[in-house]
């Protein structure tokens, strides 16, 4: 089971058909997360010591989720959830009430088609290989997308058969409450008539499991609209991602494989950006590598290592992380953890996720530490 904590905080939207009448439930859920953050060289080369705000394992949210049982295999489901920063009490997500999730789906046999605002398919395709998760330091330090990717607008299918999932996305307009989905994006509303491909969004999974191992492959591509933007988040300003045709593009292949209480997983992620001015097209690739050991029934150690190039942005970083996580009960857990991120010369990578205000001076080398304790109901 704690293999899987981060598909746990993602939601679990992927419901089991074939319920009986009895099993038609509406579920109330979530977690809080937070603890105390040391950052070096923030916003300069002092330290920073803060309580962040976006997250520490996994982001804070709570939730409600339902299923209704229509019979022959097939049901209803649903789900609506909201982020919230625990060290203030704010909606996250740009303010949204229901910022992580609001989509309502039919399951049948043959999987779950849903509607909505929801996970994509880069989501679901790192669930697994990358066990860190949205963690503070994690190789969403260098993306933010790929903590939770997810888009407004979108009609999602998602099927398994004989170990073999298959799932898609379409979004008509991938940002329609103008608060921007990651930062330092800018917003991209979309859904205008006369303009099928401004700010829509597709992404497609191809994914294998087994009892030990699993393999997934996965391509995103985000269309650009007015005020739209795209950031390296390595220092170097965003670019503008305004034309209609100009396309935001992650892609990764990755794979996972347990041996009794290890687990191991790594893979590529590739970004590609190309705009209406060839000079503003850039691409970066990631390598990551990592493992998680159950050493005691109530003790498990992670552990990450990172590797970004841009080479047209001569932008490159290494990180490498560690994390412990002692189980007080099975909702309850604290945690203590660090990163350290190596910038080159002209690179300001940032270790930290937690909130803004942690972007080192070019060059700069950084480190995190974070003790945090979560609960779950």
Partial sequence: MKFHVYRGAL???????GYAHAADYVNL???????????????????????????????????????????????????????????NGSLGQGGRLFGRQAFVGLQTPYGLLSFGRQYNMTTWALAD????GPNIYSISSVDPYLAVARSDNAIAYKGTFRGLTFGATYSFGRDSAGT????????CVGSAAGHMSRCSQWTTMLKYDSANYGLAAAYDVQHGGPNAAVSFFNGVPPTPLAGDMDKDVHATINGYAIWGSLKIGGGWIGRYVTTEAPSAEVRYNMFF????????????????????????????????????????????AVYLQSGYLANSAKASYTVSVGGGGT?????????????????AF
């Fill in 129 to 132: 290989a990358n066990v860190l």
């Fill in 289 to 332: 590598a990592n493992a998680s050991y159950q050493i005691t029934p109530a003790f498990m150690l992670d552990g990450q290592l990172v590797r970004m190039l841009n080479s047209q942005q001569d932008t490159r970083a290494i990180m490498a992380i560690v994390r412990g996580t002692y189980s007080l009960s099975k909702r309850t």
């Fill in 11 to 17: 939601g679990v939207t992927l419901l089991a058909s």
């Fill in 29 to 87: 859920y979530g977690i809080i997360d937070t603890g105390i953050e040391y950052v070096s060289h923030a916003s300069g080369n002092s330290g920073l010591v803060r309580m962040p705000n976006l997250t520490g394992e996994v982001p804070s949210r709570w939730g409600i989720r339902g299923n209704e049982e229509l019979g022959a295999g097939f049901s209803t489901v649903f789900t609506l959830e909201s982020g919230f920063n625990s060290n």
């Fill in 180 to 187: 921007g989905n990651t930062p330092a994006q800018g917003t």
């Fill in 359 to 375: 972007t080192p001076p070019q060059g700069a080398n950084q480190l995190g530490v974070m003790a945090g304790v979560r609960t």
